[in-house]
Each structure stands twice: as structure tokens, then as C-alpha cells.
């Protein structure tokens, strides 16, 4: 508990409370951030070593690797809007959570035993040095059926975590609204120091060959992780589910197109009793001038009522405005989900080239070797460097700059500074990359393709950092921007949206490495990433990735200008807790 107070103080001011009434206190923090921890311990110490694990163990190329790494990774994050549909439409947040963690401790289980049993064969293979067997299909298969398990637990779970953890404050009671502001900066940090462990002393463990023993420690962190979870379960406020979201959206739109000759002068808008408002427990949403389109699903007509004197109308003919006005919230968070998809290309660079590019430089210290995946260490202490510089340092600063008593910059002023950054990665990383190759053995017919540049692997810290940085800035302030914006009844989609961004950005990477390898191989060219580093030009591809960044920051920053925030029933432009997040 001291260390949860003091992580309290260390980010800014942060009070958390768990339970169903805010004198409860903080009965269960300890076990629900631990239960954190260790499920990102568990995740990353099977992700953040599988482009190696495929590489040394099931044998595929660099590319081959960084592109399965890229697609598992995707759908990982893909599985986020299963999780996030069934939690907001059927089982609910805390039941969802639980089974979707019940199915990633299968997965890893699986994992480790098919590991144990087939792939490191013969034992101890699966290092720098001793190359495993070939493998059956069956084999091949038992893996990749293990690791989308895997994919489908940890995607599931995660929007709905982050959720639910947010549900655990009271938003009409005012400390409890103030310190969620800062909750999702706390849930971040967790996540990144709960990866600590699996990102050095478990990542030199696998990285030696011993990957039965990294996968069994990760299925008994995620078994650790479910049974902290369930044992919180009496604390923790529980919220039931809304119902189907799809079909309410689907509704708005075949209303509207029914209407489509409607003329909106000659019309009123159509709203139910709050009692009788199609989001269970939801907050009235205010109508807004934007996609007037739609307003045509809320005009009354003749015959869109069964029976008009008790109010039932028919959903597929007439929509309340507040449910169009769900309709246009997601409609505009829309652009500024797909402008955040080019930066989680760069985000998954960390778990692959990154890797891929340190294994080619000089990762030994006297007799000491430095794990490549390990130097993800870096980007997690940046993220914890970071949020205590921003909480503590930069937010006081703008706001005083701003002459108000509100937060410092706005959550689109924040994932444009992390967009900006992360340029600065992908520079830093071709730098780095220029100056490896200028020490690497290219012209040695003798050399493997694993031969090491006399370039020490540390110079890759400022790439680490500054994504870590980046991360800060983008990723935390997609969280509380997509909690923030989504309708009451959408708020697992709302995190889901931050999710599927890197599950998006993960493909996006994938299908760039597969066009640049097309085009830049030739008979006498092995292309920018070829299996043997030494000959390729990875130096390139960063740079692409800086260049691309670069125009999705100009979009983005149209988008952001073009955005309105979602305006609730008793809200003001006064009020303390209206939403700052235009730009």
C-alpha cells in the first residue's frame, strides 16, 4: 500500500478508489495495479521476444519474422473490438475481463508445453548459436494456434481494463472526476513497469535459449494476474451492459435514409423521457449542427409510431436524437483515430526492426551480453521519466502560460506533440543505422548474417527514448481522449479505438516491409531488409517511416482543427469538468 501511495504522489496528486462508494477508500488498489503488472508481464514476455523466437527457432528470414510479429500483434489489438462489443453490449466490463483473461492463461499455457514438447528440439537449440530441427505442420500449427489464443486473451482484456479501472470513479463527485483525469497517466505507467521484468531478466533468459522457462513464468504471471483480479471482485463497482451499439448505430442510419427528402425547417426533433433514454444510466448528449444528414432520423412522420400516446415508435423509422447524436460522436472521433495509425506504425518498430537492428551491433560488455529485446528497458523508464516531467513539470507550466485554472495541454495538443517525437524516433534510428553500417562487415563472403557491427548496441537509446516520449504524449492522450469523447454506452469502444489503432498499424507495417522488399530487390540488390542486415538498407526504411509521420502530422493537425468536442446535458463552457480537447 506505501508503494501505491507513493506512486500516487510521484505521478501528481493522483487518488484512486475502488469500491461502491467513495468513502470506501482503497481497499483493493494494490491487487487491481498488480493485477496490471503481471499481465503485461505476460504478454511482453512472449511478444517482446518473438521475432527472435521465430528466427532462431521455427528459422524465417528477418522480414519474414518482423512481418508475423507485425500481423500477431495486429490481431491482438484487433481482438480489442470483440472484447469491447461483447463487454458494452452483453456481458459487461467485469465479466468480460475475467473470461477473456481465462482464455490468455490457456493460450500461454498451451504455449509453453508445445514449446517444452516439439519446437526446441534439440534442447537447448534456439540460441545464438545451436539451430533447432525443422518442424512438422502439425507442430507449426499447435504454435500459431497458441499464440492467437494469446492474441485473443490479451486483446479482449485490455480495452476493458482500462475501462473498467476509469468506472472505478464517480464522476459527480469532484475529487473522484479530478483524479481521473490523471488515472489513464497511472494505468500507463503500470502497464510499462509491469513489461520491466519481462523486457531484461526474462528477455536474457530467452534470449540464451531457455524459452520454455520465459513461457512458463509468463503463463504463471497471467494466472497470478486472474486470480488477483477475482479476489478484488467484492470492491469493485460494477456497471451492467447497454445493449447492442451496432444495431443502435444501424438504426440512425436507415432512419435517416428513409428520411433523406425530409426538410429539417419543417420538422422537430425527436427525444424520449431521460428515463427512457436508450443508454441505460447514459448522460443526455446535447444536439449538435455537424452531420445534419442524420438529424433527418429523429423528425417525426406519420407511421413511425405503433402506438404515440405510450411512445412506441418504430427504432428502424424514428431515432431519438440523443441516439443520432451517439451516431455523430463516433463519426468524428473517426478521423482522429485513422491519423493515429501511421504513428502506432512507428510504436511496433520496438518489437521487431528495433530488435532485428541490435542484434547486428555489439551487444557484449567484457563477458556480459546485452539482450537486443532488452533495450525496450529504455523506452519503458522513459515513459516513467516522462509522465512524471509532464504531470509535474510541463502541465503546471502551460497552464500558468495559459492564465487558467484548467489542464495544461489539450489530449489533440498532446498526440500532436507525440506524433512530432516520434519523427525524432524514426530520424534517430536511421542515423543510428548510417553510422552501423559504416562499421558493419559488409565484404566478407566468410561473415553470417548475423555478424555484428563494431557499433555498440547503446547507441540505440535515443530512439528508445524518444519513442518512449512519444508514447507519453500520443498514447496516454488517446486513452483519456477516447474515453472522454465516446457516448456513456460506448466507453469499451472508446478504449478499443486506441487499440485497434496499433492493431491497424501493425498491418500498415507489414504491408510496407512486403512493398519496399518488392521494390527494392532486384538480382543484384537483396533489398533494404534483407536477411543479412550488413548488405541491406534499413537506414532507408526509417527514414520512410519519418517522411510518412510527417505528412500524417499535417493531416492530423487539419482533423484536430476540424473536431468538436461532445457536449453533455449540464455541461457548460464554465464548467470545471467540461472536456478540454480541441486544439
Known amino acids: 500500500m506505501k508503494c501505491i501511495q507513493w506512486m500516487e504522489q510521484w505521478i501528481g496528486g493522483v487518488t484512486l478508489r475502488v469500491g461502491k462508494t467513495p468513502e470506501n477508500g482503497l481497499p483493493e488498489l494494490s491487487s487491481y495495479v498488480l493485477n496490471q503488472g503481471l499481465a503485461t508481464l505476460a504478454f511482453f514476455g512472449v511478444g517482446v521476444n518473438l521475432v527472435l523466437f521465430l528466427t532462431r527457432v521455427l528459422g524465417q528470414n528477418n522480414a519474414d519474422a518482423a512481418n508475423t510479429v507485425s500481423k500477431w500483434t495486429g490481431t491482438v489489438y484487433i481482438f480489442s473490438l470483440v472484447g469491447a462489443f461483447l463487454s458494452d453490449s452483453y456481458w459487461g466490463r467485469y465479466k468480460t475481463c475475467a473470461i477473456f483473461q481465462i482464455i490468455f492463461v490457456v493460450g500461454l499455457a498451451s504455449l509453453s508445453l508445445s514449446s517444452y514438447l516439439f519446437l526446441i528440439k534439440p534442447k537447448g537449440c534456439g540460441d545464438r548459436i545451436t539451430p533447432c530441427r ?5 507442430e507449426i500449427g499447435l504454435f500459431y494456434l497458441s499464440i492467437y489464443l494469446v492474441a485473443l486473451g490479451n486483446g479482449g482484456y485490455q480495452p476493458n481494463i482500462a475501462t473498467f479501472g476509469a468506472d472505478q470513479f464517480d464522476a459527480e463527485h469532484s475529487r473522484e472526476a479530478h483524479s481521473k483525469v490523471a488515472f489513464f497517466s497511472y494505468f500507463y505507467l503500470a502497464l510499462n513497469l509491469g513489461s520491466l521484468f519481462s523486457n531484461t531478466i526474462l528477455g536474457y533468459f530467452e534470449d540464451d535459449g531457455m524459452w520454455a522457462l520465459g513461457f512458463w513464468v509468463s503463463a504463471g504471471s497471467a494466472f497470478a494476474a486472474l486470480v488477483l483480479f477475482l479476489i478484488g471482485t467484492p470492491s469493485y463497482r460494477h456497471f451492467k451492459p447497454t445493449g447492442n451499439p451496432f444495431s443502435r448505430f444501424c438504426q440512425v442510419i436507415v432512419a435517416a435514409m428513409r428520411k433523406w427528402k425530409v426538410q429539417a425547417e419543417e420538422q422537430e426533433l425527436y427525444e424520449v423521457e431521460a428515463k427512457e433514454c436508450t443508454i441505460n444510466r447514459g448522460r443526455k448528449i446535447l444536439h449538435t449542427e455537424g452531420f445534419k444528414f442524420l438529424d433527418r432520423a429523429a423528425y417525426v412522420s406519420s407511421g413511425d409510431f405503433h402506438n ?26 473517426l478521423p482522429i483515430w485513422m491519423c493515429t495509425i501511421i504513428y502506432s506504425v512507428v510504436f511496433t518498430q520496438m518489437a521487431s526492426l528495433f530488435v532485428e537492428q541490435g542484434a547486428v551491433m555489439k551487444t557484449t560488455i567484457s563477458n556480459f551480453r546485452i539482450p537486443p529485446a532488452s533495450m525496450s528497458s529504455f523506452d519503458i523508464l522513459s515513459v516513467a521519466a516522462f509522465i512524471f516531467i509532464y504531470r509535474r513539470v510541463l502541465d503546471p507550466i502551460v497552464s500558468r502560460m495559459k492564465k487558467t485554472d484548467t489542464r495544461g495541454l489539450t489530449e489533440l495538443q498532446r498526440m500532436g506533440v507525440g506524433l512530432i517525437i516520434a519523427v525524432m524516433a524514426m530520424v534517430s534510428a536511421g542515423i543510428v543505422e548510417c553510422y552501423r553500417l559504416k562499421y558493419a562487415p559488409r565484404n566478407c563472403p566468410r561473415c553470417r548474417a548475423s555478424s555484428p557491427s563494431s557499433l555498440s548496441i547503446f547507441w540505440q537509446i535515443p530512439q528508445y527514448v ?15 481522449f477516447f474515453n472522454a469523447q465516446a457516448p456513456d454506452g460506448l466507453k469499451s469502444f472508446g478504449s478499443a479505438l486506441c487499440m485497434t489503432s496499433i492493431s491497424l498499424g501493425n498491418y500498415v507495417s ?18 533494404w531488409i534483407p536477411g543479412n542486415l550488413n548488405k541491406g538498407h534499413l537506414d532507408r526504411f526509417f527514414f520512410l517511416l519519418a517522411a510518412l509521420t510527417t505528412i500524417d502530422f499535417v493531416v492530423y493537425i487539419g482533423c484536430a482543427k476540424w473536431y468538436k468536442c461532445i457536449k453533455l446535458e449540464g455541461q457548460s463552457e464554465e464548467d470545471d469538468n467540461t472536456p478540454e480537447c480541441n486544439v
Request: charged share 20%.
Open 134 to 138: 525443422r518442424h512438422s505442420s502439425m
Open 308 to 333: 404515440q400516446d405510450l411512445g412506441l415508435y418504430n427504432p428502424w423509422r424514428l431515432s431519438p436524437i440523443s441516439q443520432v447524436e451517439e451516431v455523430k460522436c463516433i463519426l468524428r472521433l
Open 466 to 480: 524518444l519513442i518512449g516520449a512519444s508514447e507519453v504524449f500520443m498514447y496516454v492522450g488517446q486513452l483519456e
Open 510 to 527: 507489414s504491408l510496407l516491409v512486403s512493398i519496399v522488399m518488392k521494390i527494392s530487390t532486384e538480382d543484384h540488390m537483396p533489398g
